[in-house]
């Protein structure tokens, strides 16, 4: 199985520090960001890894990781982004890496506490289809928010105003190849972005969804606020842990 870690976009939400470095690369306590995503996935057991990096500051990613030597790799895959499309968008440029191979995709703002080694383990062996990993959350407005009909998920609704639950989908999925031909048929919703909220509904559609709960605390790291939590979160509870 192989690894994605989507780096790009503007980062805007953080503006003015990054008018200066791309977001991915802003610490989290001691640690740049981008390297609790890189030791999450090595964490899982996956070493083959792509990151999906954009704008002015992609080379720093270079600069910084290289072939992830610091990280127990022998190599480290890059590719760019132009612009701002969306994270379905920037998952459509891992095709050629995954070739057609399962794959496993974190965002680079988000950060675990534990490990995702038992939900790659079951993904491995599941069939087909998709898995992502849910969390309980005191704002799912700012996400995508499963809806459930007893225990099934029917459908995800992005950044709803009155969520039907009070879960939201984690940065983390898990797709077979089948990921990369449903990207090809969505139209950019309102935001002018192709949504991965659309990816997953068409395979929960399909009946190809399967979930779990994420271990531990989960935290994005878009906002100052949420940047500022990761890095607390991080210093007193410590992240990527194996228990």
């Given amino acids: 199985m192989k690894g994605i870690i989507l780096a790009g976009g ?20 001691n640690k740049p960001m981008i390297f609790y995503p890189i030791q999450t996935l090595i964490n899982a057991g996956i070493k083959d890894i792509l990151i999906v990096t954009g704008g002015n500051n992609a080379g720093d990613f270079l600069r910084l990781i290289g072939n992830g ?6 190599h480290v895959n890059y590719t760019y982004q132009e612009g701002e499309g969306g994270i379905a968008q920037a998952l459509d440029l891992a095709e050629f890496f995954a070739d057609k191979d399962k794959i496993v995709v974190v965002l680079g703002d988000n950060i675990i ?21 849910l969390q309980k959350v005191k704002d799912p407005q700012r996400f995508g928010v499963p809806v459930f ?22 940065g983390i999925y898990m797709y077979d190849s089948r990921v990369f031909d449903i990207i090809k048929t969505l139209k950019p919703s309102n935001r002018g972005e192709l ?7 068409d395979y929960i559609e399909k009946g190809e969804m399967t979930s779990d709960i994420l271990n531990g605390w989960w935290t994005d790291a ?20 194996m228990d």
């Fill in 10 to 29: 503007l980062g805007t939400r953080l503006f003015p520090l990054t008018k200066i470095t791309n977001k991915h690369l802003l610490p989290i306590y």
């Fill in 69 to 74: 030597k610091e990280f127990g790799l022998q």
């Fill in 113 to 133: 506490e534990k490990n995702i080694k038992k939900q790659v383990e079951a993904f491995s062996k599941q069939e087909k289809g998709a898995k992502i990993l």
């Fill in 149 to 170: 009909n007893g225990d099934k998920i029917i459908k995800i609704e992005e950044k709803p105003k009155e969520p039907k639950s009070d879960y939201a989908v984690t």
């Fill in 195 to 201: 949504e991965i909220t659309d990816v997953n509904n």
């Fill in 222 to 241: 878009g906002t100052f606020e949420s940047l500022l939590s990761a890095s607390k979160m991080a210093a007193e509870t410590g992240a990527n842990k």
